[in-house]
């Protein structure tokens, strides 16, 4: 943790957008990362940020490929079991969409929104119920922390933006100025979100967001965010046509949700509009103070990789168990790059993604910060290895375990079925991998002798199998 200059996260980074996924669960809800491998980009800019207006909405992306047709909804009940995401639920509710929208007519008044503006916009709406599944899918197989690194981190990726940062100088010199926040955080963040403006999704935030506030388990976290919606369209920040995005109603290149549009976009070059979609200076200064406003320390980044010794408590590596640098390096923690350990007084806490196998991380402020943007530890570990890489930073140092498998949900949920055979886990087994079940884990490797890592390897489920 330098100061700002030559400061960097030191290969704290992208560790896991796999974990995005395994981990994350429902707090990634808010946030649509339609990610892709990064292949070249002929003309990345476009009329972006050009003045002019926006370009005709691409094909909309399901899964890793384009189709010109999206996917109807399967008709089938939930993953999550919820009450409200039964197929008969669903129906009902989609049945009674209109009612549900006019509804909302006193919430969107008392929010200064015009009669004339709510007609208007919701006109037309319907319900798209593809949302449903995406909203309750469980793939059945995930990426391993090190190939959603190579996914995200590339040298495509990498060199479009440097180009950002050299084309937009003057709009990160500026926020840069005004918030304290690193420009190549926000480059970073420009990447990882949308590749660069060439993936923030082409539904209409306006249609998702009713479709959620009307159907679903999250009927009253999106009523606000669909009402936020109303109000950024009545304000006249942007068209509707600007306003696409995600299925969960994240829009523009740094993937804004209505609500956080409404706390922290700013109209940065002062023409009365706060455009985050194709204005450079709102969508970078906004991005910026989204981050200030979470608590961002300037002169900091996110953290930096360690090497743990022999023997190592693993059971210390917990977002909770914050300690200063200096208790950290009583424990002998080093950092991988060599260099002495930095300010003692500062308070960090131990991440360890791949467990006893893998690279650890000591994390700072800051990467709690990304978090509020963006809440799992993936995401904010990938923000910060690809500013450290676009500031001129080395790839990690430690490998991964590569010869490592991941295991696919069925396996998954048999390893949470073994482990509450055993008095470990307490909780109800579903396949997908949280706080709960990396606690079971532990305690099972503790009683047998393992590192107490929480990594969920085949190497553990077969010693749960008692092979």
């Not at 306003?243 to 740094?254: E, I």
Request: glycine share 10%; aromatic share 10%; hydrophobic share 40%.
């Amino acid at each position: 943790m330098r100061r700002m200059g030559p400061s960097r996260l030191n290969r704290a980074g992208a560790v896991a957008f796999a974990a995005t996924l395994l981990l994350a669960g429902e707090a990634m809800f808010g946030k649509a990362l339609a990610q892709s491998s990064g292949g070249g980009l002929p003309n990345p800019f476009g009329n972006m940020f050009s003045g002019q207006k926006s370009a005709a909405p691409a094909p909309a992306q399901t899964g890793s490929s384009a189709s010109s047709t999206p996917l109807p909804w399967t008709g089938e009940d939930g993953a999550s079991g919820h009450p409200a995401m039964t197929a008969s639920a669903i129906r009902e509710a989609a049945a009674n969409f209109n009612n549900c929208v006019a509804g909302m007519w006193p919430d969107a008044a008392k929010r200064n929104i015009s009669q004339a503006s709510f007609q208007r916009f919701t006109a037309g709406l319907a319900p798209d119920l593809r949302i449903m599944d995406l909203m309750d899918s469980q793939p059945e197989f995930t990426k391993s922390v090190w190939d959603y690194l190579d996914i995200l981190v590339n040298d495509n990726r990498m060199a479009t933006g440097r180009e950002v940062l050299a084309r937009y100088k003057p709009q990160f010199d500026a926020a840069e100025k005004a918030y304290g926040v690193d420009r190549y955080i926000i480059a970073s963040i420009w990447g990882i979100e949308s590749n660069y403006s060439t993936m923030m999704g082409d539904r209409s935030v306006l249609n998702s967001t009713a479709t959620l506030a009307c159907i679903g388990r999250r009927q009253k976290y999106f009523r606000d965010e669909f009402l936020s919606a109303l109000e950024i369209l009545h304000r006249g920040d942007l068209r509707p046509e600007q306003l696409r995005g995600s299925w969960a109603g994240a829009f523009g290149p740094t993937q804004f949700m209505p609500t956080s549009f409404k706390r922290f976009a700013v109209d940065a070059d002062g023409d009365g509009r706060r455009d985050v979609v194709d204005n450079p200076a709102d969508l970078i200064a906004s991005t910026a103070n989204n981050l200030k406003k979470s608590g961002w320390q300037a002169g900091q980044t996110l953290g930096f990789e360690v090497v743990m010794p022999k023997n190592f408590n693993y059971m210390l590596a917990d977002r909770a168990r914050a300690m200063t640098i200096a208790q950290w390096g009583q424990l002998g923690l080093t950092r991988a790059d060599g260099k002495p350990l930095p300010d003692p007084a500062e308070k960090a806490y131990l991440l360890a993604p791949a467990g006893a196998e893998g690279p650890g991380f000591l994390m700072l402020q800051n990467f709690r910060v990304i978090m509020k943007y963006n809440p799992a530890e993936a995401y904010a570990l990938a923000i910060g290895h690809f500013a450290d890489r676009l500031r001129g930073g080395a790839p990690f140092v430690q490998p991964w375990p590569r010869q490592e498998r991941t295991l696919s949900r069925s396996e998954r949920l048999e390893l949470q079925q073994l482990l509450a055979q055993r008095g470990f886990y307490r909780g109800t087994p579903d396949g997908q991998f949280g706080g709960h079940t990396r606690e079971a884990l532990r305690g099972f490797q503790a009683s047998i002798g393992a590192p107490a890592d929480g990594f969920a390897s085949a190497g553990v489920l077969e010693r749960l199998r008692g092979r």
